[in-house]
Structures are given as C-alpha cells and as structure tokens.
C-alpha cells in the first residue's frame, strides 16, 4: 500500500537530511577519499527548487576571512565578494583528484554563461596547503581553468577557522615518505547568495559539470532556493 503524502514527505527530508550528514573529508594526495569527518551541514528538503544542487536549511555566513590574493595583496572575502554570487572552495594545487576536477567542470560550465552572467560570480579557491601554494603557484594553476578565478593563500589556522564556521573539515597537510603531500578536506563547494551573502546551495565532489551549467545562470540572477 502506498504511504500518505505526508509520511512520504517526512522520509524524503530524512533521506536528504542522511545525505548531507556523510559528507565527508577528502584525503587528496592519496587519491582515495578517506570518511574521516563529517561536515556539520544540513539539508531540507528541497523538491520545488530550481536548483540541482543540494539547497541547505541553515544558511552560513561567508567567513570573516582575509588573505593574500594571488597578486599577493590582501582579499578580504566578505568585503570583496559583498552582493556578489560567490562560490567558495577549499583545496590545494597538488590535489590530483577532486580538486582540479571539481575546478574544471566550474571552469567548463562558467564558459557557457554570457559575459554578463559571469560577471556577476566569483569563483573562490582557498588553499588548503598554503606553504606550498604561493602567490605565483597558486595563479598558474587557476588560469589552467579560468582566468578570472581568485585565489587565496595564507595563513593555514585562519583558513582552518573559516572552514569550520561553514561545516567544512580542513586538517594540516601530511609529507608523506615519496615527497607527496596529502591535504585532508571537505571537498564541497558552496554557493553564497547576492541579495544576503550567506550560503543557500552546496555541491558535493561528484557533482557534475552538466549541474553546476544548470545552476549558475539562476545563481547569477539571484533566484532563491
């Protein structure tokens, strides 16, 4: 027998609710994903939005965070990116995996857009390994996927702080005995809304390009969740 509507709502919500409760650290390095944390993120249930990506319940702040920019200045985030549609990630350049991909398919899907939509999203990189991601580093790497994508670089505990009030886990980069690094963090990306600048929508690791192409025009026009 089928179940009420309502029951059937209540479990869907548990079940969106159970998917964001695994989110989980990505050891980039290893080139194996590692279930050593959990992002404190929580999703509702969202059947009538219009984005593909994961809509969360509690909206975060944007992190009072400043840094160098890969100019070598200092980039305040929130002062920065104030108003604007933003898309935050945290990684590091050496990462052989989620990181360059996920990057990528942002890249790919911010080339469909006009010029006057990409002009309203910044595209954020924060790294996770700041001693090896310089200035100069960390700017070849972005333009690998766009030029226009900033990135940020600078104190390790500050980047950690920042993370943590969104639900995102970064632990210190570990050298491992061949040379490689492994920096172990939350591999989601999350979209930080104009009209008041707290983060609306996330995506996991697996998120294709074909999603982020859907959701960035109405992230750049501001539609709400």
């Known amino acids: 027998m089928p179940l009420p509507t309502a029951p059937r709502r209540r479990l869907a919500a548990a079940a969106a ?10 050891a980039c390095g290893s080139g194996t994903p590692s279930n050593s944390g959990a992002a404190a993120v929580v999703s509702k249930e969202a059947s009538n939005s219009p984005y593909q990506g994961t809509v969360l319940g509690k909206h975060f702040d944007k992190p009072d965070l400043t840094l160098s920019d890969t100019s070598g200045q200092p980039f305040d985030l929130r002062q ?23 990057m990528g398919d942002i890249g790919v899907a911010m080339q469909k857009l006009t010029a ?22 960390l700017r070849t790497w972005l333009d690998s996927f766009d030029k226009d994508f900033i990135g940020m670089t600078g104190d390790l505990d500050k980047v950690k702080a920042a993370a943590k ?57 501001g539609v709400p969740a």
Request: charged share 20%.
């Open 80 to 102: 920065r990116t104030a108003g604007r549609t933003t898309l935050l990630f945290f990684g590091y350049t050496s990462c052989p995996d989620v990181c360059p991909t996920t």
């Open 116 to 137: 006057e939509e990409r002009a309203k999203i910044d595209v954020v990189f924060v790294s996770t390994d700041p001693q090896r991601d310089t200035t100069k580093v």
């Open 165 to 221: 009030s969104l639900g995102v886990l970064v632990e210190d980069p570990v050298v491992n005995k061949d040379g490689t690094v492994t920096s172990s963090h939350g591999a989601q990306v999350l979209a930080f809304f104009p009209s008041d600048d707290k983060a609306h929508v996330l995506y996991l690791s697996n998120t294709s390009q074909d999603v982020f192409a859907h959701d960035l025009p109405l992230l750049a026009k």
């Open 17 to 26: 609710l159970a998917l964001t409760a695994a989110l989980s650290l990505t």
